[in-house]
């Protein structure tokens, strides 16, 4: 099992930034990759951004150049950030961390809310 708990939510005017932390515990050297991704109201979940164990990144198109993602690891947490840059307000959304690990099976945290404002 995987814990993992996301802060760094709220709200922010148009072309503000935001960091999200996830901070993942339990049997975390299991986990091959942890990302990030979105839900806003009316839509489907989306992949936001994604880094693997060995450091490769996958961004979704609308958030490339604005967002960077990246890790950080303890002998009993590992944790996974997301720099947000000039944002829109088409960014609001509700922000999950997820954790991939070997096997194929997800995590998710409870998730965070992501409001950019006008």
């Known amino acids: 099992q995987v814990q993992l708990v996301e802060s760094g939510g709220g709200l922010v005017q148009a072309g503000g930034t935001l960091r999200l932390s996830c901070v993942g515990s339990?049997?975390?050297?299991?986990?091959?990759?942890m990302g990030w991704y979105r839900q806003a109201p009316g839509k489907e979940r989306e992949l936001v951004a994604r880094?693997?164990?060995?450091?490769?990144?996958?961004?979704l198109d609308s958030v490339k150049g604005r967002f960077t993602i990246s890790r950080d690891n303890t002998n009993t947490q590992s944790m996974v950030y997301l720099q947000m840059n000039s944002l829109p307000v088409e960014d609001t959304a509700v922000y999950h961390c997820?954790?991939?690990?070997?096997?194929?099976?997800?995590?998710w945290g409870q998730g965070t809310q992501v409001t950019v404002s006008s």
């Open positions: 997820n954790a991939i690990v070997y096997g194929a099976k997800n995590y």
């Open positions: 339990g049997r975390i050297f299991t986990i091959f990759a």
């Open positions: 880094i693997t164990n060995d450091g490769r990144t996958t961004y």
